[in-house]
């Protein structure tokens, strides 16, 4: 079992919210984490949207828009990456990545699509 | 602003090395960690190193342990990865990315254009 689970795909309307998830493997503990996102739009880097600890511990990236929020669901041991009033801009790649185990580990990511 | 420029990606036969470089400016370099994140071709993200922003405290993905050896030049804004015994799973889109913040282990904040690597004979 992958230690991050993402959809593969997504899609969703324009105007309309998305939550991305990203589940941490059983036996990790969603809430020992902190979750990063980021964007990636083809033939571009990746780019950072933010972090997420706890509301009282998280990072939005500079110059991202404040309708990228995170937060997390114990209930499903996942970090969520909500996004509202979707725009067709934000189609893309998104990742999830936690600090495990002494590395860096990346979900599958999901791919985006608004239409 | 801040910028990072890769380097020295190529074409390398199997077994092989290269060493790839990034230039950062922009911003204090002593005190970021740097990373290398690389993506095959289709394929999603991988993270591969990581080194503290005064050299001491490195880790390294399972898959380019004792192969790869990142390493940086305080003096130069520089960071390296010294590729060792490469093979066609290292074929990769490989990007140089600075820390989000400050402080042990935080994750890519701001990333390169990245250096493409193609291991074939």
């Known amino acids: 079992q992958a230690v991050l689970t993402q959809p593969s795909s997504l899609s969703a309307s324009p105007g309309a919210s998305a939550s991305l998830t990203c589940t941490l493997r059983?036996?990790?503990?969603?809430?020992?984490?902190?979750i990063y996102w980021y964007q990636q739009k083809p033939g571009s880097p990746p780019q950072y949207l933010l972090r997420?600890?706890?509301?009282?511990?998280?990072?939005?990236g500079s110059g991202v828009p404040s309708r990228f929020s995170g937060s997390k669901d114990a209930s499903t041991n996942a970090g969520v990456l909500l996004i509202s009033g979707l725009q067709s801009e934000d189609e893309g790649d998104y990742y999830c990545?936690?600090?495990?185990?002494?590395?860096?580990?990346f979900g599958g990511g999901t791919k985006l699509t608004v239409l | 602003q801040v910028q990072l420029v890769e380097s020295g990606g190529g074409v390398v036969q199997p077994g092989r090395s290269l060493r790839l470089s990034c230039v950062a400016s922009?911003?204090?370099?002593?005190?970021?960690?740097m990373h290398w994140v690389r993506q095959a071709p289709g394929k999603g993200l991988e993270w591969v190193a990581i080194?503290?922003?005064?050299?001491?405290?490195?880790s390294y993905a399972d898959s380019v342990k004792g192969r790869f050896t990142i390493s940086r030049d305080n003096s130069r804004n520089t960071v390296f990865l010294q590729m060792d015994k490469l093979s066609a799973d290292d074929t990769a889109v490989y990007y140089c990315?600075?820390?989000?913040?400050?402080?042990?282990?935080?994750?890519?904040?701001?990333w390169g254009q990245g250096a493409l690597v193609t291991v074939s004979s």
């Open positions: 990545m936690i600090w495990h185990n002494s590395a860096m580990v």
């Open positions: 059983t036996g990790i503990n969603v809430d020992a984490y902190t």
């Open positions: 997420y600890q706890s509301e009282a511990d998280k990072q939005q």
């Open positions: 990315a600075k820390a989000a913040s400050v402080g042990a282990n935080r994750g890519p904040g701001f």
């Open positions: 922009g911003f204090t370099f002593v005190s970021y960690g």
């Open positions: 080194i503290s922003y005064d050299g001491r405290h490195i």
